[in-house]
DNA sequence: TAATTTTCGTACACCGTGTTGATTTATTAT
DNA sequence: ATAATAAATCAACACGGTGTACGAAAATTA
């Protein structure tokens, strides 16, 4: 075969999978290695042999996911030069729009939310640098003050939107995330 | 004694802050019903009395936390006719500051962040209602999203604030949120 | 086909769990 | 004070998952 690795790889994928299907049915602690393996069909033997515990498969799982966001996430922000903080929120709804299936799992009731409001504040640097090309004179502590608010604004839409089934679409959310954090509650007044 | 369950509640305190205790050091997945004994010196049976494991125990913390925070707010909200979002927002941020060492534990490395981000979204009913009354003509959809948004961002600056030490008066952070909700990135425009 | 690597199967000691029943200690009521 | 009541203690137990070890079986590579 092409890859040495070929055997292990699809062992990991299905304890992957495995774990990520439990965790739909019920949370992280009240998982066990045994009934893991006892549904991936694999000997207990075989997952010690990769990972420490469940906790270790799921950073594993969440440190690659995290990697893919941001090789997914990068090519979309340098294509465009005149980058600001709304433009880069609807790049990132389109990411999720993209991977539904996942985003679901991890906002559902037993995912890993600390996870992905992680992902959103690492995206945070970027803002900031953007933020203070477009605002030259503000203060530092105004600007972190206000991408810090934005996000957490933006976050808290995705998580709803997610939470309801993402009816909506993308676009539809990231242009009222971006009229709010352009001119406040004068979004209440608009149409 | 006055009260004829005086003893019990003796011994739920102390395993309570025995709990919060061992939470500053490591994640509630790796704190065992034996350690937290002995650590409280008590015996393990008198836990199982009391509560069905770790798990329930932190709910049961969390359950009275909650029921203590909405009695603070309550009449902090109540004694203003005209309750703008902002303003509830300050009411917010001072009610963390006079609990300063409660937030700190749960907003740090190993607490329940979840459970302050619960708390925060509850709070938000109330800010919906005032939201109507202030702009009646607007619709469902857009106050909903508008508070969606500002409790997030709001939340983000509550978590920063107290993950650096809560190191600014809570006047300051509520004025920059305030700021922000009303009128966007003109914040950055200012002074 | 032979060599290598991964998975399987089994067994084992270990530790925390949750429960039990009897005993001791503290609180409440008389 | 003393008896009655309730809670905390102590020791013991079966149970289940953990993590490890090692030889056998199966799959992959050369």
Redesign the pocket.
């Known amino acids: ?8 790889r ?2 990991k994928k299905l304890l992957r999978d495995t774990l990520m299907s439990l965790l739909t049915e019920k949370p992280l602690r009240s998982i ?4 893991l393996c006892e549904n991936a ?6 997952f ?3 990972y ?3 906790y270790d498969l799921l950073e594993q799982i969440e440190a690659d996911m995290k990697a893919e966001y941001f090789a997914a996430l990068k090519p979309m922000l340098s294509d465009v030069a005149d980058l600001t903080p709304p433009k880069v929120t609807k790049k990132v709804f389109d990411c999720l729009e993209t991977n539904a299936d996942l985003c679901r799992v991890i906002i559902g009731p037993y995912g890993d939310r600390e996870f992905a409001r992680n992902l959103i504040r690492e995206s945070k640097i970027c803002s900031i640098e953007s933020c203070r090309k477009f605002f030259p004179d503000a203060e530092e502590w105004r600007i972190n003050t206000y991408v810090t608010f934005v996000y957490g604004g933006c976050y808290a839409l995705m998580e709803r939107w997610l939470r309801e089934g993402m009816v909506e679409r993308a676009a539809a959310i990231a242009d009222a995330a971006e009229k709010i954090m352009e001119s406040g509650v004068a979004f209440l007044r608009q149409e």
């Open positions: 075969m092409k890859n040495p690795e070929h055997r292990i699809t062992t066990t290695v045994k009934e069909g694999l000997n207990r033997g075989t010690y042999a990769h420490a515990d469940v």
